[in-house]
Protein backbone atom coordinates (compact mmCIF):
# COMPACT_ATOMS: atom_id res chain seq x y z
CA UNK A 1 0.00 0.00 0.00
CA UNK A 2 1.26 3.22 -1.22
CA UNK A 3 1.17 6.54 1.39
CA UNK A 4 2.54 9.70 0.73
CA UNK A 5 2.36 11.56 3.89
CA UNK A 6 3.24 15.37 4.20
CA UNK A 7 3.69 17.16 7.17
CA UNK A 8 4.78 21.20 8.20
CA UNK A 9 1.91 23.09 7.77
CA UNK A 10 0.26 25.57 9.71
CA UNK A 11 0.09 29.46 10.34
CA UNK A 12 2.52 31.63 8.71
CA UNK A 13 3.72 35.15 9.26
CA UNK A 14 3.69 36.98 5.52
CA UNK A 15 7.05 37.57 4.30
CA UNK A 16 7.98 34.07 6.65
CA UNK A 17 8.89 31.28 5.42
CA UNK A 18 7.51 27.40 5.45
CA UNK A 19 9.56 23.47 5.20
CA UNK A 20 7.54 20.88 4.19
CA UNK A 21 7.91 17.00 4.26
CA UNK A 22 6.69 14.19 2.68
CA UNK A 23 7.24 10.95 3.69
CA UNK A 24 6.36 8.10 1.22
CA UNK A 25 6.55 4.22 1.95
CA UNK A 26 5.29 1.35 -0.34
CA UNK A 27 7.08 2.60 -2.90
CA UNK A 28 11.08 2.39 -4.78
CA UNK A 29 11.45 5.51 -3.14
CA UNK A 30 14.83 6.17 -5.40
CA UNK A 31 13.40 5.32 -8.31
CA UNK A 32 10.18 7.92 -8.64
CA UNK A 33 10.63 11.27 -9.30
CA UNK A 34 8.45 13.54 -6.61
CA UNK A 35 6.57 16.97 -6.86
CA UNK A 36 4.52 19.17 -4.39
CA UNK A 37 1.92 20.69 -6.03
CA UNK A 38 -0.77 23.24 -4.09
CA UNK A 39 -4.44 24.12 -4.48
CA UNK A 40 -5.53 27.74 -3.20
CA UNK A 41 -9.14 27.94 -2.10
CA UNK A 42 -11.23 28.37 -5.27
CA UNK A 43 -8.67 27.57 -7.80
CA UNK A 44 -7.22 24.96 -9.66
CA UNK A 45 -4.21 22.77 -8.53
CA UNK A 46 -1.09 24.32 -9.25
CA UNK A 47 2.70 22.90 -9.69
CA UNK A 48 5.30 24.35 -7.29
CA UNK A 49 8.34 22.18 -7.39
CA UNK A 50 9.53 18.61 -9.02
CA UNK A 51 12.78 16.91 -8.42
CA UNK A 52 13.44 13.93 -10.67
CA UNK A 53 14.95 10.58 -9.73
CA UNK A 54 18.41 12.03 -10.65
CA UNK A 55 17.79 14.94 -8.23
CA UNK A 56 16.67 17.48 -11.17
CA UNK A 57 14.53 20.41 -10.02
CA UNK A 58 12.10 22.09 -11.83
CA UNK A 59 9.38 24.83 -10.31
CA UNK A 60 7.34 27.61 -12.32
CA UNK A 61 9.37 31.12 -13.35
CA UNK A 62 6.46 32.62 -10.89
CA UNK A 63 8.02 31.22 -7.67
CA UNK A 64 11.29 29.36 -8.29
CA UNK A 65 13.38 32.14 -6.87
CA UNK A 66 11.46 31.40 -3.27
CA UNK A 67 11.51 27.62 -3.60
CA UNK A 68 13.48 24.96 -2.62
CA UNK A 69 12.95 21.11 -3.44
CA UNK A 70 15.11 18.25 -2.06
CA UNK A 71 15.03 14.57 -2.00
CA UNK A 72 16.73 12.30 0.80
CA UNK A 73 16.23 8.79 -0.36
CA UNK A 74 17.47 7.45 2.79
CA UNK A 75 14.89 8.60 4.17
CA UNK A 76 11.66 8.35 1.36
CA UNK A 77 11.51 11.92 1.99
CA UNK A 78 10.77 14.78 -0.08
CA UNK A 79 11.44 18.16 1.38
CA UNK A 80 9.79 21.84 0.11
CA UNK A 81 11.15 25.13 1.46
CA UNK A 82 9.56 28.26 0.41
CA UNK A 83 10.28 31.77 1.64
CA UNK A 84 9.03 35.25 1.23
CA UNK A 85 5.78 33.82 2.01
CA UNK A 86 2.40 35.80 0.98
CA UNK A 87 -1.34 35.56 1.69
CA UNK A 88 -1.35 34.21 -1.93
CA UNK A 89 0.57 31.44 -0.81
CA UNK A 90 -2.28 30.18 1.03
CA UNK A 91 -3.54 26.42 0.07
CA UNK A 92 -3.44 23.16 0.63
CA UNK A 93 -0.24 21.53 -0.14
CA UNK A 94 0.49 18.22 -1.99
CA UNK A 95 3.14 15.65 -2.68
CA UNK A 96 3.00 13.98 -5.46
CA UNK A 97 5.39 10.80 -6.50
CA UNK A 98 5.69 8.94 -10.08
CA UNK A 99 7.55 7.94 -13.03
CA UNK A 100 8.55 10.91 -13.95
CA UNK A 101 7.74 14.42 -13.60
CA UNK A 102 4.04 15.11 -14.89
CA UNK A 103 3.10 11.16 -14.40
CA UNK A 104 2.16 11.25 -11.44
CA UNK A 105 0.98 7.70 -10.02
CA UNK A 106 0.06 8.45 -6.33
CA UNK A 107 -1.00 11.93 -4.20
CA UNK A 108 -0.65 12.55 -0.38
CA UNK A 109 -3.42 14.07 1.56
CA UNK A 110 -2.44 17.36 2.02
CA UNK A 111 -1.08 19.84 4.71
CA UNK A 112 -2.78 23.15 4.93
CA UNK A 113 -0.56 26.36 4.54
CA UNK A 114 -1.99 29.26 5.93
CA UNK A 115 0.05 32.77 5.65
CA UNK A 116 -1.72 35.63 7.52
CA UNK A 117 -0.92 38.13 9.93
Known amino acids: QVQLVESGGGLVQPGGSLELSCVAS????????MGWYRQAPGKQRELVAT???????SSPDSIKRRVAINRDNGQATVYLEMNNLTPEDTAVYYC???????????WGQGTRVIVSS
Open 26 to 33: GIIFSENA
Open 51 to 57: IDRWGYT
Open 96 to 106: AAGRSTGQWDY
